[in-house]
């Protein structure tokens, strides 16, 4: 598909949208946004063509618990792409393939849009498959769970633990600990689900604040918001649940009804590590979800802050290193003690012998020199001495008063006075 395509595919014929909202389910919605063409800088940080050589994320079902995702997005549109889901914000049996606010639609796409000719945009793990789960039809900045009703996200938790996904997104964070939101995530985690969620972007200083959840529960990996020259984001939360960090500013997002927008936040931060579970559980689905979590925290590439900083955690998420490096669960082996080797005596006989030779030699160069620097001096004296026959040479003594010099007489530059008469 080219991109004049991509175009046409949004505004022609809008009608026969199979994931369109029903009737009266939102309010106010967003309408398409522009296409973007360019290549975004996330995507080659990250090098996602590069992680593509290795895998894609076939296989593995990523749930998004969000506002929903648009499914006829072009990017988004592939059968079997989007899943129908659940809609736990309505009342109703309706599905979580529609958006009203585009936020779940940007996480899903980043996780998993399908490239497309001409568009520099696509997902990490382009061939993984969303299980949208609605639970709000707010497009919140921050991500705040305050802004979610705790028992229905606790729901949309239980349900994508029970309807096979393989990792959940939770791009919202709060600080509220709620037993309900509790529970559901300690279901999923022992159901071996790798769950990710956002740390939050209400950070205000470089203190490190109060822990959110659900980033800060057990289990969960937290994530941070880095710009694109790798510093993390004003806003991006500081604490405990900083598992590691993403791109989170001015990433390139699908939107609904079609096109790109450019957001800000941890929620899409989050996205990118969710992507990045889903290509790891696709090349290596032997490996447990404490495994999985292991294998990206061990990959991180190191950030401005250290390892293990309560800012960036273990580092910048890294999904070439994920899906490729080779790593041991053993403990680094002792390093040996030091062995001194034994002396060989026949070596060291040899190496004074050497020495003494040396030191010997470089004695008689010594008074050699001494020698010939005496007998040239023995020599001058005797030459001189037989010219003298031995006599001692006497220098001339000054004579006892100093020869007078006559002054000269008066020079006059003017005609001299006239002489008195």
């Given amino acids: 598909m080219t991109a004049v395509a991509f175009a046409a595919a949004v505004l022609v014929n809008p009608g026969v949208a199979r994931a369109a909202p029903p009737p009266g389910a939102c309010g106010d919605v967003d309408p398409a946004s522009p296409t973007v063409t360019e290549l975004p800088w996330a995507q080659k940080t990250l090098d996602a063509r590069a992680v593509w050589q290795h895998g894609t994320g076939v296989g593995v079902v990523v749930a998004v618990i969000d506002s929903g995702v648009d499914a006829d997005h072009p990017q988004l549109r592939q059968p079997g792409k989007v899943l129908r889901g659940e809609d736990f914000f309505l009342v109703g049996d309706l599905p979580g393939n529609f958006d009203c606010v585009s936020h779940g639609t940007a996480v899903a796409s980043i996780i998993a849009a399908s490239p497309v000719d001409g568009i520099g945009f696509a997902g990490l793990a382009p061939d993984a498959t969303i299980l949208p789960v609605r639970v709000s039809e707010r497009d919140v900045a921050d991500g705040a769970a305050q802004a979610i009703d705790p028992e229905v996200l606790a729901r949309g938790i239980w349900y994508a633990a029970d309807h096979g996904a393989d990792v959940i997104n939770l791009s919202v964070a709060g600080g509220l600990d ?128 250290g390892r293990d900083s309560a800012a960036y955690g273990a580092g910048l998420v890294n999904p070439y290193r994920a899906l490729t490096d080779g790593l041991v669960d053993a403990a680094p082996a002792p390093l040996p003690p030091v062995q001194h080797p034994v002396p060989d005596a026949a070596r060291l006989r040899v190496s004074a012998w050497w020495d003494a030779s040396t030191s010997n030699a470089r004695t008689a160069a010594i008074l050699t020199g001494a020698g010939v620097a005496l007998g040239g001096v023995a020599v001058l004296v005797v030459v001189r001495g037989r010219r003298t026959r031995w006599h001692p040479r006497r220098a001339a003594l000054p004579s006892a008063e100093p020869a007078r010099e006559d002054l000269p007489q008066e020079m006059f530059l003017v005609p001299p006075p006239p002489a008195d008469s």
Avoid at 180 to 201: H, L, S, T
Avoid at 245 to 253: E, I, K, Q, R
């Fill in 178 to 305: 709620n037993h309900y939101v509790r529970d559901a995530i300690r279901y999923a985690v022992e159901k071996d689900i790798v769950v990710v969620a956002a740390v939050g972007n209400a950070q205000q200083g470089t203190a490190p604040g109060p822990v959110t959840y659900p980033a800060g529960y057990d289990g969960v990996l937290g994530v941070g918001a880095v710009d694109m020259s790798g510093t993390r984001l004003p806003s991006s939360q500081i604490g405990p649940q900083v598992d590691l960090v993403a791109p989170g500013g001015g990433v390139l997002s699908a939107a609904r009804a079609g096109g790109h927008q450019y957001r800000d936040g941890t929620s899409f931060a989050a996205a990118f590590v969710s992507a990045t579970a889903a290509l790891v559980r696709s090349a290596w689905p032997e490996l447990s979800a404490e495994e999985v979590v292991e294998r990206i925290l061990a990959t991180a590439t190191p950030a401005p802050g």
